[in-house]
Antibody
Framework: QVQLVQSGAEVKKPGASVNVSCKGS????????IAWVRQAPGQGLEWMGW????????KYEQEFQGRVTMTTDTSATTAYMELRSLRSDDTAVYYC????????????WGQGTLVTVSS | QSALTQPASVSGSPGQSITISCTGT?????????VSWYQQHPGKVPKLMIY???KRPSGLSDRFSGSKSGNTASLTISGLQAEDEGDYYC??????????FGGGTKLTVL
C-alpha cells in the first residue's frame, strides 16, 4: 500500500532552518511528483511547491522563493523540504503529498510534521 | 495572482444534500478542469474526494460529486451523514505549474 512517512516534530528558534523528510513506499517513487503543503494552527491549506521525483525539477510558490529548497534522494525514496530564516508565522503542520499523475491533485498524504518556531 | 473563494461555513441535516462552491479568479478554475476537493477532519490528514472537477477516487462513496461551470466549481454531498462533518478545501491549477487552495468551508451536520 502507498505510504508517505514524515519525520518527527521540530522546535526551532527564529532565524534557524528546518529540514523535513518524507519517505515514500508501496509505489514507484521516481514516477511521481511530491508536493509540500502547510497548515498553520486553525488555518487553511497552503501549497508551498513541488518536486518531480523523476528529474528533480522544482516549482515553488512565490512567497517561499529564496527560503525553501526541495530535494529528493531516489535511492532512499525520500523527499526533503528545507525552510530557512524561520519566523514565528512559519509555525505550522507541514505535509508532503503525492500528485496524482498530471491532475494537479494529491492522492496520498504524509501524516504531517509540526514545526514550531519560538524563541 | 489566482485565488479561490469558498463560503466559510455550510450546514445541513442528516439525509439532506448540501453544495459547497469554489469560485476562482485569474487562471484558477475557469479555463480547465484541474480542480480537486479535500475533506479534513479535526487533527487529521486531508483526504482527496474529487479530482479533475468531477472524478471520484476508487472506493469513495458516490454520495460525493463534483461539477464545474465557468469559473465556479462545486462539491455536492447527498444523503448527509454525521461523519461528513469537517472542513472541505478546493484546490485548482493556477497556471505556470502552480496550484492554489481555497480558504476552506466548515461543514456542520445539524
Amino acid at each position: 500500500q502507498v505510504q508517505l512517512v514524515q519525520s518527527g516534530a521540530e522546535v526551532k528558534k527564529p532565524g534557524a532552518s528546518v529540514n523535513v523528510s518524507c519517505k515514500g513506499s508501496g509505489y514507484i517513487f521516481s514516477s511521481y511528483t511530491i508536493a509540500w503543503v502547510r497548515q498553520a494552527p486553525g488555518q487553511g491549506l497552503e501549497w508551498m511547491g513541488w518536486i518531480s521525483c523523476y528529474n528533480g525539477h522544482t516549482k515553488y510558490e512565490q512567497e517561499f522563493q529564496g527560503r525553501v529548497t526541495m530535494t529528493t534522494d531516489t535511492s532512499a525514496t525520500t523527499a526533503y523540504m528545507e525552510l530557512r530564516s524561520l519566523r514565528s508565522d512559519d509555525t505550522a503542520v507541514y505535509y508532503c503529498a503525492r500528485m496524482l499523475g498530471a491532475t494537479y491533485s494529491f492522492d496520498y498524504w504524509g501524516q504531517g510534521t509540526l514545526v514550531t518556531v519560538s524563541s | 495572482q489566482s485565488a479561490l473563494t469558498q463560503p466559510a461555513s455550510v450546514s445541513g441535516s442528516p439525509g439532506q444534500s448540501i453544495t459547497i462552491s469554489c469560485t476562482g479568479t485569474g487562471s484558477a478554475v475557469g479555463s480547465h478542469n484541474l480542480v480537486s476537493w479535500y475533506q479534513q477532519h479535526p487533527g487529521k490528514v486531508p483526504k482527496l474526494m474529487i479530482y479533475e472537477a468531477s472524478k471520484r477516487p476508487s472506493g469513495l462513496s458516490d454520495r460525493f460529486s463534483g461539477s464545474k461551470s465557468g469559473n465556479t466549481a462545486s462539491l455536492t454531498i447527498s444523503g448527509l451523514q454525521a461523519e461528513d462533518e469537517g472542513d472541505y478545501y478546493c484546490c485548482s491549477f493556477a497556471g505556470d505549474s502552480t496550484v492554489v487552495f481555497g480558504g476552506g468551508t466548515k461543514l456542520t451536520v445539524l
